[in-house]
């Protein structure tokens, strides 16, 4: 039976990846909230900033603590999971929100750019989900989301690659949940429409930008950082027990035309 405590996170451990600012801070923030102790990872550029937020999780009564990662290097992702399972004995989810956007029209893109994007956005998506998810293997239990974009599912000019890449992180939990929900680890994306964040500023800046898109969008508004945190604490929670290989879109309709 659902229950108030379906929802809660009490007593869990959770790694955030990219939780130092923007979606990921909001997340980290959040679930500590629901009761969970949280591993704040970030760049390392990033590490007083991730330090900040694991202090205010602290504060609210639950563990935290934040480490550096280099989602593009492997050694990198598997210390953080080891450090992890160190100082908490288990890892009960992981939220990956690291990624980057390069915005230019298709024929202009370089192979630099095309690599930066695809090493960050799902390269590390994989990785990190198969870090996590050999320790949550052994542990029999394990929940994963990877941050994916509306843009997984629609394209939308000067976003090619990063669409790209947020498709092939959309595909990637049906492909790992396939494998692993026998094994009691569930592995979902969730797309968010546009959400207002440090790094998407100039976009909301943008009247053309406001012009051409908020019309799109059936519930009449943009995203917001809580819309994305509702969604993910609930497919960590109890009561998304049946949950896998999914891509929930947080998109107020905009992929529905």
């Not at 288990?90 to 024929?107: F, Q, S, T």
């Not at 026998?182 to 800046?205: E, H, I, R, W």
Request: hydrophobic share 50%; net charge negative.
């Amino acid at each position: 039976m659902i229950s108030d405590t379906s929802y809660r996170l009490d007593g869990q451990t959770g790694l955030v990846i990219g939780g130092a600012g923007g979606i990921g801070q909001v997340l980290a923030l959040g679930l500590a909230a629901a009761g969970a102790n949280v591993v704040v990872a970030d760049l390392a550029s990033k590490l007083q900033d991730a330090e900040a937020v694991a202090d205010s999780i602290r504060a609210g009564g639950t563990r935290a603590l934040a480490l550096g990662i280099d989602v593009t290097n492997v050694a990198s992702i598997q210390e953080v999971v080891t450090r992890s399972v160190s100082e908490f004995k288990a890892l009960d989810w992981m939220v990956n929100c690291a990624g980057i956007n390069i915005r230019k029209p298709v024929l202009d893109y370089t192979e630099r750019e095309w690599d930066l994007m695809v090493d960050i956005n799902l390269k590390g998506a994989f990785f990190c989900t198969q870090a996590v998810a050999r320790q949550m293997v052994s542990q029999k239990h394990g929940r994963i989301v990877n941050i994916a974009s509306q843009l997984a599912a629609v394209a939308m000019r000067d976003r090619s690659i990063y669409a790209i890449t947020k498709a092939g992180v959309a595909h990637m939990a049906k492909a790992f949940a396939v494998e692993l929900a026998p094994m009691g680890v569930a592995v979902n994306a969730v797309g968010p429409t546009f959400v207002s964040t440090p790094l998407t500023t100039d976009m909301f800046t943008d009247a053309t930008f406001i012009q051409e898109n908020l019309p799109h969008i059936p519930a009449g508004r943009f995203g917001t950082t809580d819309d994305v945190l509702g969604t993910v604490r609930f497919l960590l929670s109890p009561a998304a027990d049946l949950i896998t290989g999914q891509l929930i879109l947080v998109d107020g309709g905009y992929t529905s035309w």
